[in-house]
């Protein structure tokens, strides 16, 4: 069976400090979930009980996370290409978003960044607060819509760059370039205020 021969380092997302780095030869029907401990093996001189775990990071192929189940062949890898590991930032106050007409619908933000959108398979964009399954007929947002971030204990939000549409805040609307502090019980409204696409109840807890 063919072999594929490609470095690993892993990073740190608070300084992007090296930790470590490997060259692993892999047969082309591995997957990533399974490579990812050998690699975490070698770095830490044979064993990963009491250090860095591999379900404490994120896989990144090209700046976008990864699908761990996907094998190196479906990823296509080259000889010298990177794959990252990056391990997200902890919060201080976890943000919790709820679907308004849906109680049983609910995303909890546990790290320092995430993203609304809609996800797509074919350009590996899969947002953490995906409402794909949730708009109603007809309806699209972008697929990269709006940015999360914490900040000391607080969240904001901002539009991306490319998003299409209108969001608000209870009744501000949000405006390209700008963060917004959010608070708990206010509610993220993607499309008018007077027929909206759907809408996100703000609440908050600690991590």
Not at 70 to 96: C, E, H, M, R, W
Not at 128 to 137: C, F, K
Not at 141 to 165: F, H, M, P, T, V
């Amino acid at each position: 069976m063919e072999t594929v021969e490609f470095s690993i380092q892993i990073i740190r997302t608070a300084d992007e400090g090296k930790i470590a780095g490997s060259d692993i030869n892999a047969r082309l029907g591995y997957t990533l979930d399974v490579i990812v401990p050998e690699l975490l093996r070698r770095v830490q001189g044979g064993s990963t009980t009491g250090g860095i775990q591999p379900a404490d990071y994120k896989v990144l192929i090209a700046r976008q996370v990864t699908d761990t189940a996907q094998t190196l062949k479906d990823l296509q890898l080259q000889n010298g290409d990177y794959i990252f590991l990056i391990q997200p930032a902890t919060v201080s106050i976890k943000l919790k978003l709820q679907l308004s007409n849906r109680p049983d619908v609910t995303w909890t933000i546990a790290e320092s960044h995430a993203q609304i959108g809609r996800r797509d398979p074919e350009k590996n964009i899969i947002p953490e607060i995906d409402l794909t399954d949730h708009l109603p007929g007809g309806k699209t947002i972008s697929r990269e819509q709006a940015d999360l971030y914490e900040n000391k204990g607080q969240w904001e939000i901002g539009l991306c760059q490319d998003a299409k549409g209108i969001m608000f805040i209870d009744q501000t609307l949000m405006e390209h370039g700008k963060r917004y502090l959010l608070h708990g019980g206010e509610t993220i409204t993607i499309g008018s205020l007077q027929s909206p696409e759907l809408r996100l109840i703000v609440s908050f807890e600690q991590a």
